[in-house]
């Protein structure tokens, strides 16, 4: 019997103040991901699942630190899950699922190192 391996999958996307979507439109993203959540847990892959705020310090080498979060390419981490798969191929293929996609953002696949 092979052992999974566990992946994190990050998830990016551009946050905008210039849209706001409709009740309807949030409630139908809560529903994609309720139910590419619910998929992933009940193939007994979901380890874990966080989903990130907006409010954030960012801590710098000098040890300063600046209010806000980190945003590259105008693109912000929205949360992060870990799976269990038996490749990273696995893994992608059940991050080409994620809603994140339907608004614009992406999904890194990365495989985890104990530390």
Not at 35 to 63: C, M, P, R, W, Y
Not at 85 to 111: D, F, H, Q, W, Y
Request: charged content about 20%; hydrophobic content about 35%; aromatic content about 8%.
């Amino acid at each position: 019997m092979e052992t999974k391996k566990e992946f994190m999958l990050l998830f990016r996307y551009e946050p905008t103040n210039d849209y706001v979507p409709t009740q309807s439109e949030m409630d139908e993203m809560q529903q994609s991901w309720g139910s590419f959540i619910g998929n992933i847990a009940i193939q007994e892959k979901l380890v874990s699942t966080h989903q990130l705020g907006f409010e954030g310090n960012q801590i710098f080498a000098d040890k300063k630190s600046s209010n806000g979060i980190y945003l590259s390419n105008n693109q912000t981490v929205a949360g992060n899950m870990i799976v269990k798969a038996n490749s990273i191929n696995e893994a992608t293929e059940i991050a080409k699922n994620c809603p994140i996609l339907n608004i614009g953002g992406n999904v890194e696949v990365r495989s985890i190192q104990p530390m």
